[in-house]
């Protein structure tokens, strides 16, 4: 089982052009801002919305193919959904929403009934199975939407941001019980998401979407430890700079970056912020890069102090407050940024 | 009134309360005109009888075609992208400010025997509405269709339409979802555009005179007999509006707040 989708679609001025595979029983994690074409993927996927060009194939079946004319309608699908909000039916109760799909497809309504209660048994919601939807919690109408989608026995499993309705402290166990409920399937799983946590938790694959074609992808930690593009490096919160390798040196602009080892032609550099250190005078040593800079901005995330820095190198440091306050950091400042040679990563 | 809170003008007060007053005062002449002794053998004999029974039952026949018909139009308002939809539209809300009797015109003028379309169905099926019970129906249907339409279509465009794509992903195809999914979740909106359809169809007088005629005992409605009885037995005609009066204040409550107050 297994899923592999060429689409190509147009909403008005916008349009997706991505290429999505996924294996049966792995996580692809669709990883992208708003207005990406994030949704617009799983409309496809699902069959609320046909492509102009491309093909989606599930366990080899075409289900939709301009090329042939082939189109199957959402209902003679085997794709389960779990829609952003939930989107549950407010006038069923928890049960007869889990129920819905079974009777739709034609179960009987006593059989239907018992698969529900079931679903929601794994779940852990059967007690609440009388409930209408208007008196679950964000968490528990998740756990519903999960049980309803799965109550098909679809082939293939879609979550439109599937944790966004919910707050922080619910979010971390709502993600934990989705990984356990996920790893169940044993159909590939489709995720579309903003949050990276999300992503790196949940999925093996991550494609990352931005303005509707694919920037990056591959295994969720290579994503996460190798960004490619200053969207990827600002999730991970780390530097991002490209340049032309020669031997140790690498060019950027008109800035040199010096590497622990060699590497040529064009490459990726990453310098976590905390390995960014900061100095009223140029520092000494070989093994260091320096660069001249200037402070653009200082904000405080946690304990530590993110300074944003322009200059031959835009760069962010993480310092100590300090340190803030040892160098009097504030914009218009003019600094030294000096990072390890070993704390530059490069790569193709 | 409570410290802090501007006191509202004194002049639109006044002219509130002259409006009040202007709806109120009729109904006040109503209450005290009527002979309410009398009231009972004004309502019972025969031919308030028969009007009320033609009323009843025409009305009724109205809005179930009024919801056979107006559900799926509305329906295809809201959600099917047809072109030329904002003019098919303002064709279906034109008798909601066409005056009746003009409506009863034109329906006349489509309908009668001499008329092409009238003639054929004379010719075919034997099928005469002008002048016979069927054609208050008819009038009446025309008159009161586009209140139901009016509120089903707000009734589904407010009704996000993803609630709709998730019944499909799971299996239920047009028909189902329609019945399962978007019709429970506009049901208000299709009850209070059937009972408000109902009581326009039940006050209709200027599409039906001219279409149906005014013939007791066959095509005299309830509000076609008020106007009769007007010149003749007032006594019976103001028994009758007290009557029309008494379902109107039963709508309104029946519409409840919902319909009342937030709209």
Same mark, same amino acid.
């Given at each position: 089982?297994?899923?592999?989708?060429?689409?190509?679609?147009?909403?008005?001025?916008?349009?997706?052009?991505?290429?999505?595979?996924?294996?049966?029983?792995?996580?692809?994690?669709?990883?992208?801002?708003?207005?990406?074409?994030?949704?617009?993927?799983?409309?496809?996927?699902?069959?609320?919305?046909?492509?102009?060009?491309?093909?989606?194939?599930?366990?080899?079946?075409?289900?939709?193919?301009?090329?042939?004319?082939?189109?199957?309608?959402?209902?003679?699908?085997?794709?389960?959904?779990?829609?952003?909000?939930?989107?549950?039916?407010?006038?069923?109760?928890?049960?007869?929403?889990?129920?819905?799909?079974?009777?739709?497809?034609?179960?009987?309504?006593?059989?239907?009934?018992?698969?529900?209660?079931?679903?929601?048994?794994?779940?852990?919601?059967?007690?609440?199975?009388?409930?209408?939807?208007?008196?679950?919690?964000?968490?528990?109408?998740?756990?519903?939407?999960?049980?309803?989608?799965?109550?098909?026995?679809?082939?293939?499993?879609?979550?439109?941001?599937?944790?966004?309705?919910?707050?922080?402290?619910?979010?971390?166990?709502?993600?934990?019980?989705?990984?356990?409920?996920?790893?169940?399937?044993?159909?590939?799983?489709?995720?579309?998401?903003?949050?990276?946590?999300?992503?790196?938790?949940?999925?093996?694959?991550?494609?990352?979407?931005?303005?509707?074609?694919?920037?990056?992808?591959?295994?969720?930690?290579?994503?996460?430890?190798?960004?490619?593009?200053?969207?990827?490096?600002?999730?991970?919160?780390?530097?991002?700079?490209?340049?032309?390798?020669?031997?140790?040196?690498?060019?950027?602009?008109?800035?040199?970056?010096?590497?622990?080892?060699?590497?040529?032609?064009?490459?990726?550099?990453?310098?976590?912020?905390?390995?960014?250190?900061?100095?009223?005078?140029?520092?000494?040593?070989?093994?260091?890069?320096?660069?001249?800079?200037?402070?653009?901005?200082?904000?405080?995330?946690?304990?530590?102090?993110?300074?944003?820095?322009?200059?031959?190198?835009?760069?962010?440091?993480?310092?100590?407050?300090?340190?803030?306050?040892?160098?009097?950091?504030?914009?218009?400042?003019?600094?030294?940024?000096?990072?390890?040679?070993?704390?530059?990563?490069?790569?193709? | 009134?409570?410290?802090?809170?501007?006191?509202?003008?004194?002049? #639109?007060?006044? &002219? =509130?309360?002259? @409006?009040?007053?202007? *709806?109120?005062? $009729? +109904?006040?002449?109503? !209450?005290? %005109?009527?002979?309410?002794?009398?009231?009972?053998?004004?309502?019972?004999?025969?031919?308030?009888?028969?009007?009320?029974?033609?009323?009843?039952? #025409?009305?009724? &026949? =109205?809005?179930? @075609?009024?919801?056979? *018909?107006?559900? $799926? +139009?509305?329906?295809? !308002?809201? %959600?099917?992208?047809?072109?030329?939809?904002?003019?098919?539209?303002?064709?279906?809300?034109?008798?909601?400010?066409?005056?009746?009797?003009?409506?009863?015109?034109?329906?006349?003028?489509?309908?009668?025997?001499?008329?092409?379309?009238?003639?054929?169905?004379?010719?075919?099926?034997?099928?005469?509405?002008?002048?016979?019970?069927?054609?208050?129906?008819?009038?009446?249907?025309?008159?009161?269709?586009?209140?139901?339409?009016?509120?089903?279509?707000?009734?589904?465009?407010?009704?996000?339409?993803?609630?709709?794509?998730?019944?499909?992903?799971?299996?239920?195809?047009?028909?189902?979802?329609?019945?399962?999914?978007?019709?429970?979740?506009?049901?208000?909106?299709?009850?209070?555009?059937?009972?408000?359809?109902?009581?326009?169809?039940?006050?209709?007088?200027?599409?039906?005179?001219?279409?149906?005629?005014?013939?007791?005992?066959?095509?005299?409605?309830?509000?076609?007999?008020?106007?009769?009885?007007?010149?003749?037995?007032?006594?019976?005609?103001?028994?009758?509006?007290?009557?029309?009066?008494?379902?109107?204040?039963?709508?309104?409550?029946?519409?409840?707040?919902?319909?009342?107050?937030?709209?």
């Amino acid at each position: 089982m297994s899923l592999d989708a060429r689409i190509r679609a147009s909403r008005g001025r916008f349009t997706l052009d991505v290429e999505v595979a996924c294996d049966a029983g792995s996580v692809l994690a669709v990883l992208g801002p708003n207005g990406a074409g994030k949704t617009t993927l799983l409309r496809c996927l699902g069959g609320n919305l046909a492509i102009d060009a491309g093909h989606v194939r599930l366990d080899g079946e075409v289900l939709d193919d301009p090329a042939t004319g082939t189109f199957v309608a959402p209902e003679h699908r085997r794709v389960g959904t779990v829609p952003q909000d939930h989107l549950l039916f407010p006038h069923l109760s928890a049960l007869e929403n889990v129920a819905f799909g079974p009777r739709a497809r034609g179960v009987a309504r006593r059989d239907a009934r018992e698969r529900a209660r079931a679903r929601l048994a794994a779940v852990g919601l059967e007690d609440r199975a009388g409930d209408r939807p208007a008196r679950l919690s964000g968490g528990q109408s998740q756990r519903v939407a999960l049980a309803r989608a799965l109550a098909t026995d679809p082939a293939l499993l879609l979550l439109d941001e599937p944790l966004a309705a919910l707050d922080a402290t619910t979010r971390a166990t709502t993600r934990r019980d989705l990984r356990r409920h996920l790893g169940d399937f044993p159909g590939p799983t489709v995720l579309v998401t903003h949050d990276p946590i999300d992503a790196l938790v949940l999925a093996d694959v991550i494609a990352v979407v931005e303005d509707g074609l694919v920037t990056q992808s591959g295994p969720a930690a290579e994503v996460a430890r190798r960004p490619r593009t200053p969207y990827v490096a600002d999730l991970v919160g780390t530097n991002l700079l490209r340049g032309e390798a020669h031997g140790t040196e690498v060019a950027v602009g008109a800035a040199t970056v010096r590497l622990a080892e060699t590497a040529d032609g064009p490459v990726h550099l990453t310098i976590a912020p905390s390995a960014v250190t900061l100095h009223p005078d140029p520092p000494q040593g070989s093994a260091r890069n320096r660069w001249p800079a200037t402070v653009v901005d200082v904000e405080m995330v946690g304990e530590r102090a993110r300074v944003e820095l322009t200059g031959e190198l835009p760069l962010t440091a993480e310092v100590t407050p300090a340190a803030v306050a040892d160098l009097g950091l504030a914009p218009g400042l003019a600094v030294w940024a000096s990072v390890k040679a070993t704390e530059v990563a490069a790569y193709p | 009134m409570s410290r802090g809170r501007r006191r509202p003008p004194v002049a #639109a007060l006044a &002219a =509130a309360a002259v @409006a009040v007053a202007f *709806f109120a005062l $009729p +109904l006040v002449g109503l !209450l005290q %005109r009527a002979d309410w002794r009398a009231l009972p053998d004004d309502l019972t004999r025969p031919a308030a009888l028969d009007a009320m029974r033609l009323s009843l039952v #025409a009305s009724l &026949a =109205a809005t179930a @075609a009024t919801v056979v *018909f107006g559900t $799926p +139009l509305a329906w295809v !308002l809201a %959600r099917v992208p047809i072109p030329g939809r904002g003019l098919v539209r303002g064709l279906v809300l034109l008798p909601m400010v066409l005056p009746p009797v003009v409506g009863g015109v034109a329906l006349l003028s489509a309908f009668s025997l001499g008329s092409p379309l009238g003639g054929w169905l004379h010719d075919t099926f034997g099928l005469q509405l002008t002048y016979r019970p069927a054609g208050v129906v008819v009038a009446e249907t025309f008159v009161a269709m586009p209140f139901y339409v009016i509120t089903v279509e707000a009734g589904l465009r407010s009704l996000d339409p993803r609630f709709e794509e998730v019944a499909a992903g799971l299996g239920a195809g047009p028909v189902t979802t329609f019945r399962r999914v978007t019709l429970p979740m506009i049901a208000p909106s299709v009850a209070a555009g059937a009972v408000l359809a109902w009581a326009r169809a039940l006050g209709e007088f200027g599409a039906t005179i001219t279409f149906a005629g005014n013939i007791v005992g066959r095509t005299q409605t309830l509000p076609l007999a008020v106007y009769q009885r007007l010149e003749s037995d007032r006594d019976a005609a103001v028994a009758l509006s007290l009557l029309l009066l008494g379902v109107s204040f039963a709508v309104l409550a029946g519409l409840g707040d919902r319909w009342l107050v937030r709209r």
